[in-house]
C-alpha cells in the first residue's frame, strides 16, 4: 500500500521560505513523477509544481518564481520550498503521486498524503 | 490556463436520489492519440485528501462503488451518483491532467436533503 506522509512547520512568517518533506512508503520514488498542490481556505485546488527522480521538474507559472522542489532518492523523500511566502500562501499543502507515468504519459493523480496546514503569520 | 468550471456549488439530495454535477473546461481535454478526455474526478471528505474516483472521464477506479459514474460531451463532463448513500457526502472536484498547469474545478459540495 502506497502512502505519502507530508511534514514541516505548521507556522511560517512572512518574507520567510516554506519547507515541506514529503516521505514515500510503499513505491520507490524512482521512475515516477510527484507532485505539490495546495488548498487554501475554502477554495479549490491548486497544482504548485512537480519533480521527476532524475530531477526534472515543472511549476505553476502563478508560483514558478518562488517555488523550488527537490528530490532525496536515498530517503525516498521529495520536497518543496516556496520562499517569499505572505498571507495568501496559507493553505492546507499536498503531496501526491502523479503527472505522467513511467512512459511518459499523462495521468491523474492517484495518491495523495494527508495534507498538512500551512500558516503565514507573524 | 485550462479553467475548469463546475456546477453548481452545492447540492442537497434526498438518500437513494441521484445527483449530477457538472465540469466544463475552457479548452478541448481530448487527446487525439488514444481519442481520451484527460479529465479525472475525485472525491474529499472533510479533513482528508482527495481521492480518486474516475479518470479519463468515465473509467472508474478499482473499488470505487458503480454508483458512480462519469460521461463526456465535448468539453462537457458529469458526474453522477445513481442512488445517493450517506457516505457520499463530500466535495466533488473536476481535474484537467492534459495541459500544463494542471487545473481543478472549484468543487461541488453534496449534502443529504
Known amino acids: 500500500q502506497v502512502q505519502l506522509q507530508e511534514s514541516g512547520p505548521g507556522l511560517v512568517k512572512p518574507s520567510e521560505t516554506l519547507s515541506l518533506t514529503c516521505t514515500v512508503s510503499?513505491?520507490?520514488?524512482?521512475?515516477?513523477?510527484w507532485s505539490w498542490m495546495r488548498q487554501p481556505p475554502g477554495k479549490g485546488l491548486e497544482w504548485i509544481g512537480y519533480?521527476?527522480?532524475?530531477?526534472?521538474?515543472k511549476y505553476n507559472p502563478s508560483l514558478e518564481s518562488r517555488a523550488t522542489t527537490s528530490v532525496d532518492t536515498s530517503k525516498n523523500q521529495f520536497s518543496l520550498k516556496l520562499s517569499s511566502v505572505t498571507a495568501a500562501d496559507t493553505a492546507v499543502y499536498y503531496c501526491?503521486?502523479?503527472?505522467?507515468?513511467?512512459?511518459?504519459?499523462?495521468?491523474?493523480?492517484?495518491?495523495w498524503g494527508q495534507g498538512t496546514q500551512v500558516t503565514v503569520s507573524s | 490556463d485550462c479553467v475548469m468550471t463546475q456546477s453548481p456549488d452545492s447540492l442537497a439530495v434526498s438518500l437513494g436520489e441521484r445527483a449530477t454535477i457538472s465540469c466544463k473546461s475552457s479548452?478541448?481535454?481530448?487527446?487525439?492519440?488514444?481519442?481520451?478526455?484527460?479529465l479525472a474526478w475525485y472525491q474529499q471528505k472533510p479533513g482528508q485528501p482527495p481521492k480518486l474516483l474516475i479518470h479519463?472521464?468515465?473509467i472508474r477506479e478499482p473499488g470505487v462503488p458503480d454508483r458512480f459514474s462519469g460521461s463526456e460531451s465535448g468539453t462537457d463532463f458529469t458526474l453522477t451518483i445513481s442512488s445517493l448513500q450517506a457516505e457520499d457526502v463530500a466535495v466533488y472536484c473536476c481535474?484537467?491532467?492534459?495541459?500544463?498547469?494542471?487545473?481543478f474545478g472549484q468543487g461541488t459540495k453534496v449534502e443529504i436533503k
Open positions: 481535474q484537467q491532467y492534459l495541459h500544463t498547469p494542471r487545473t
Open positions: 479519463w472521464a468515465s
Open positions: 519533480i521527476h527522480y532524475s530531477g526534472t521538474t
Open positions: 479548452q478541448s481535454i481530448l487527446y487525439r492519440s488514444n481519442n481520451r478526455n484527460y
Open positions: 510503499g513505491d520507490s520514488i524512482t521512475g515516477r513523477y
Open positions: 501526491a503521486r502523479g503527472y505522467y507515468d513511467s512512459r511518459g504519459q499523462s495521468e491523474p493523480f492517484d495518491v
